[in-house]
Each structure stands twice: as C-alpha cells, then as structure tokens.
C-alpha cells in the first residue's frame, strides 16, 4: 500500500508519516519512507512517501501509483493529484493553509474552486473539516492526528490502535489525552 502525505510546513506530516512507517514496523510489515521538505519553516510544501509492504522497490512512489493521497491541505492536494492511481482515494483536510501572496491580496486562493475541483475530479475522494475536529479535540495542530484517525477507514494492513500508540510515542506526554481525542474524532467522523 502507498501513501502519499502532503501538506505544508508546521501541519506534522513528518510525524504522520513517521506514526505509519512505525506502526507497519511493530506489525512486522516491511516500510520504505522518504519526505520531500520545501521552505517548510515557512509553510512550504511537505509531502511524505509512505510505502506499505514493498520490499524490492524504492521509498519514492511514483506518479500514478499512490493507493491514498492523505492531503492536509487542499491546494497541496491538488498539487500532489499526479501521485494517485487511477481508483486511488483521496482523504483531504478542508482546512486551508493561506499562501503569504494571497494573505496580502497580490493572488486569489480559491478554496470553494479547489474543494469543488476535488470533490468532482475525484470518484474516492473524503473531505474532512479536520481542523473543527482538531479544535474540539483541543488544540488545532492536533489535525494530523485527526487525519490519521480518519484514515484507519480506508483499510491500513494494521489496526487503528497500532497506529495510534506509535503516533503518540512521538508526541510529549502532555498531549497524549488530546491527541487521543483528536485520533478519535477523526476515526468516528469517516467510519462506515
């Protein structure tokens, strides 16, 4: 199973992907990762390849071959579209993370455009408004934790608790109750 995480500098996407490469280790599932990091101190773009069970091949998923695309931002989504196979799904936080030019008025950021464009162009693809989640969790940078949370519905090779155990060992123990909150929330939100 490939996923591909994208998103932008400060959302954790180094820690999501490191929560699914440890999880598939403590499962006894082989994991080939590699990041991709911008100006992410700045809010560049982050993107996370997660490869699940691949042995023989690379830790770079290439374009067409992702199984998921695990989007926390929406225009990250879009930049990152190459990566899904065709069927792939697609679960993407509709909570936006505004570029400095468009902050200051010099360029539009269409997010209605972008969510509509997913939304339509994309038959497996889950909008989530994880960062109302991760605010009722507690703190709005739980949203990598909420998006993890949603993603255990999209049929991981381990189970939900796995996954979360190893994410929190990467955290400090004072966050662990809200991010437990966090994870689950994002859980019951997309469960069938």
Known sequence: MDILIAGVGGQGIILASRALASAAVTTGLPVRTA??????????????????GVQEAGPLIPYGAADILLALEPAEACRNL??????????????????VLAALGSSPYPLEDILAYLQNNLPGCRCLDALALAREAGNPRALNLVMLGALVNFGLPFPADVLLAEA?????????????????????????
């Open 82 to 99: 190459k990566y899904l196979r065709p069927g792939g799904k697609a679960l993407i936080s509709t909570a936006a993370v505004i570029p």
């Open 168 to 192: 929190l060992k990467l955290l400090p123990a004072s966050v662990h109750e809200m991010n437990r909150r966090a994870f689950e929330l994002g859980r019951r939100a997309l469960e069938v």
């Open 35 to 52: 990041e991709t990091i911008g100006m992410a101190q700045r809010e560049g773009s982050v993107v996370s390849h997660v490869r699940l």
